[in-house]
C-alpha cells in the first residue's frame, strides 16, 4: 500500500473498499430508529464490511456505516499500516531533534509531506454543487439506542477557530437534532472547539462554526486525533495522505463579520453559529462507555445555509458497549500518536489505552526507571498532558511488559503490586465528561497502580493456597474466577449488597490475592473485554474501594491487602445499553433481506 495516491473524497475511498471486498451495498429500505444500530453492531462484532444503505427511511440521502470497523480498512484510507505512520513521525522528530545532512536528506520525502501539509486554499469543489437553505430532517439521522434523547449526527467534524489566534480546530462531537434548523453542540472538557467557544462567549460573541460531513478518509481519522491543542487537525491530514487538503473560505452575509472553511471535497458542509451565552437540553445519548450519558445543558449550533454534493452520502457511526467501530478506530490512533510519547517523556517506553474501558478508564505505561518512584512522576505526568489527563487508572509496569497484553499486566501485578506502597488514590479531579460514577459532570477521582519491581518479585500462589481460595470462594455461591493469581472478579445479582459483601471478603480472601473486582450480572467475567467493561466503567476509586485495613499515616492513606472494588451498577447510575427487543427481532426476522455479504 506504500506510495498508494491518496483519496479526494469519500466517495473514492468506497469505491476502494467496494474493490477490495469490504462494502457492502444495502438495497431494502431500513429505519433509522434503532434498526441501522442493531444490523450495524452485529456487523462489526463479526469485523464485517462497512455498509452503504441506499434506502433510508424518510431521508433524501444515502448513509454509510462502520467505515472504519476493520484494520484493514484503516490501511486502506491511509495508504499503510498506522504503525508506519507512528514509525515516520517518531524518526522525523528525532532527526530533528539533533539535524545533520544526512538525516534530513533520509527523511527527505516525510519532510516533503510536512511541507505540503498546509491547507490548499480553493474557489470551488464538490461540496459547492449544490447551495440550499439547511435541514436537519432531510439526511438519514440515526437514533442510536432506544431511550436516546432523539436524532444525533455521530459523525460530523466541526470545524471552528479560535476568537483570539485564529488557529483551527476539526473535531468530532455529537449533535443532537433539536429542530429543522438546530442541534445540540456537545463540547465536553478538554475538547479544542470548547475552548473556542469559551472565548467567544467571554466577549459575549457567537462562535461560527462548521459541521463537515465526509470527505477524504484521512481526513475524517484526522478528526478524530487527540492532537495537542493548537495543533490543525486538517493540516495533520495533509501528512497523512501526502498532499494538502483544499479547503474554502466562505464570507458571511455583508456587514455580519463572520467567515467560514469548509472541506472542498466534503459530501456536505452546514455553515452556522454557536451564540453566546444560549444552552439547551442535550441527550440522553447511548455512548462508548456503554450507557447512556445523562442529558445535561449543552451550546446551541443554529445553522444558515449548506452546500452538498449533487449525489451526497451522509456519514455515521454508532458507539456503545465494545466491541464498535471506535475501538478499531481508538486502537490505530494510539499506534500512530504513542511512538512520540517517549520524546516527551524519556522514561516511557510503550503506552496503551484499553478501548474495552472506553479508553479513559485503563492506561498502561511501561516504564524506564532511573531512581525510584519515578513511574510514579510519570503517571502524574500523564494524567496532566491533553486527553491523557482524563484516564481514570494508571497501571504502570517495567520495560518488556507488553501493554497491550491484559495477561502480561496481569503477571507484573501479581509480582510487584502491594496496595499499601503501590495504590495511590487522588480526589477532586478532572474527569470524563460522559463519566457518570462520581455523580458530578467532569469531576472525580483517580487511582495510580504501581506494578514495577522495587525488590524481589512475589512467588506464586502455591496449590495449598489456591485451594483454600477456592473453597472461600465457593462458599460465596456465587460466579466468580480468579485472573492470573493477583485479582478475583465475583458477579454480583441484583439486589444483593455490594458494600457488605466487600466487608465480607477482605476478611475471607488472603492477602496473597491483593485484589477482587465486584461486577453485575450483565458483565461475562469469562469474556476480558466483558469484564474490563463492566470494571472500569462502574467504579469511582475515591468512593468503592474497601481495604482489609486502611491506615492513615501523616497525611498519607494506605491500603492493606485485600483491595475490594466496588464496580457493580449502583443506584443513581446511568442505564446500561440494551436494544429493544422487538427491534431484535425485527432485524432477525429481515436478515437474509439485508443481503450482508463479507
Keep these: 500500500m506504500e506510495g498508494l495516491r491518496p483519496f479526494n473524497c469519500l466517495q473514492g475511498f468506497l469505491r476502494a473498499l467496494e474493490r477490495e471486498g469490504h462494502l457492502c451495498r444495502v438495497s431494502v429500505e431500513v429505519d433509522p430508529r434503532l434498526e441501522v444500530t442493531e444490523i450495524t453492531t452485529r456487523v462489526v462484532r463479526e469485523r464485517g464490511p462497512c455498509l452503504l444503505f441506499e434506502r433510508v427511511k424518510g431521508a433524501d440521502f444515502p448513509l454509510v456505516i462502520n467505515l472504519f470497523g476493520h484494520p ?16 515516520e513521525l517518531r524518526l522525523l522528530a528525532e532527526r530533528l531533534q539533533q539535524p545533520s545532512l544526512k538525516g534530513l536528506w533520509q527523511s527527505r520525502s516525510t ?17 459547492t454543487e449544490v447551495e440550499e437553505p439547511p435541514d436537519f430532517t432531510r439526511l438519514p439521522v440515526l437514533t442510536c439506542w432506544p431511550e436516546d434523547g432523539g436524532p444525533f449526527i455521530t459523525f460530523g467534524m466541526t470545524l471552528t477557530r479560535d476568537p483570539e489566534t485564529g488557529l483551527r480546530n476539526l473535531g468530532l462531537y455529537r449533535l443532537q437534532i433539536h429542530e429543522r434548523t438546530k442541534t445540540g453542540m456537545h463540547w465536553q472538557i478538554q475538547k479544542g472547539g470548547g475552548f473556542h467557544y469559551w472565548e467567544a462567549e467571554k466577549r459575549g460573541r457567537s462562535l461560527p462554526a462548521s ?12 478528526a478524530a486525533l487527540p492532537l495537542p491543542e493548537g495543533m490543525d487537525e486538517i493540516a495533520f491530514a495533509g501528512f497523512l495522505r501526502r498532499k494538502p487538503v483544499p479547503v474554502i473560505e466562505i464570507d458571511g452575509d455583508p456587514g455580519g463579520g463572520a467567515s467560514w472553511q469548509i472541506v472542498a471535497d466534503a459530501e456536505l458542509a452546514i455553515l452556522g453559529q454557536v451564540p453566546a451565552g444560549e444552552r439547551r437540553m442535550e441527550g ?48 490505530a490512533i494510539q499506534e500512530m500518536l504513542n511512538p512520540l510519547i517517549s520524546l516527551l517523556k524519556p522514561e516511557v517506553c510503550d503506552l496503551w489505552a484499553y478501548g474495552e474501558t472506553g479508553f479513559h478508564g485503563l492506561t498502561v505505561v511501561s516504564v524506564r526507571q532511573r531512581y525510584a518512584r519515578e513511574g510514579v512522576k510519570t503517571a502524574f505526568g ?17 520495560p518488556g511488559v507488553d501493554v497491550k497484553s491484559f495477561p502480561a499486566v496481569l503477571e507484573a501485578l501479581r ?3 502491594d496496595p499499601c506502597e503501590d495504590l495511590i488514590v487522588i480526589g477532586g479531579t478532572p474527569y470524563d465528561t460522559l463519566d457518570f460514577t462520581s455523580r458530578r459532570m467532569n469531576l472525580g477521582s483517580k487511582m495510580i497502580l504501581d506494578a514495577t519491581a522495587s525488590g524481589a518479585p512475589r512467588p506464586p500462589m502455591g496449590e495449598g493456597e489456591r485451594a483454600g481460595l477456592r473453597t472461600r470462594l465457593d462458599r460465596l455461591e456465587l460466579p466468580w474466577k480468579v485472573y492470573g493469581d493477583v485479582l478475583v472478579a465475583i458477579q454480583v445479582p441484583a439486589g444483593k449488597p455490594a458494600r457488605a459483601l466487600s466487608q465480607e471478603l477482605v476478611q475471607a480472601i488472603p492477602p496473597s490475592l491483593p485484589l477482587a473486582v465486584l461486577v453485575s450480572e450483565d458483565v461475562d467475567i ?26 492513615i499515616t501523616g497525611a498519607v492513606l494506605r491500603h492493606f491487602a485485600p483491595v475490594v472494588i466496588d464496580a457493580t451498577h449502583k443506584e443513581g447510575y446511568q442505564k446500561p445499553l440494551v436494544m429493544d427487543p422487538a427491534v431484535v427481532e425485527k432485524v432477525d426476522r429481515r436478515w437474509n433481506e439485508y443481503r450482508i455479504c463479507g
Design 72 to 87: 484493514r480498512r484503516i490501511e486502506i484510507a491511509l495508504g499503510r499500516k498506522p504503525a508506519q505512520i507512528g514509525a
Design 111 to 127: 519532510l516533503y509531506r510536512v511541507a505540503s501539509m498546509r491547507p490548499a486554499r480553493t474557489r470551488f469543489g464538490k461540496v
Design 211 to 222: 459541521v463537515i460531513l465526509g470527505g477524504d478518509p484521512a481526513l475524517m481519522l484526522a
Design 284 to 331: 440522553p445519548f447511548g455512548d462508548h462507555l456503554g450507557h447512556y450519558s445523562a442529558a445535561a445543558e449543552f451550546p446551541v449550533f443554529k445553522a444558515r445555509r449548506w452546500y452538498r454534493r449533487a449525489a451526497a452520502v451522509y456519514p455515521a457511526a454508532v458507539v456503545g458497549k465494545p466491541p464498535q467501530e471506535d475501538l478499531v478506530i481508538g486502537n
Design 382 to 398: 500523564i494524567l496532566g498532558e491533553g486527553q491523557l489527563s482524563l484516564t481514570k487508572c494508571v497501571l504502570l509496569v517495567d
Design 415 to 417: 509480582a510487584h503490586f
Design 526 to 551: 469469562e469474556d476480558t473485554m466483558s469484564f474490563l467493561w463492566g470494571w472500569f466503567t462502574r467504579f469511582e476509586p475515591a468512593a468503592d474501594l474497601v481495604a482489609a485495613e486502611a491506615k
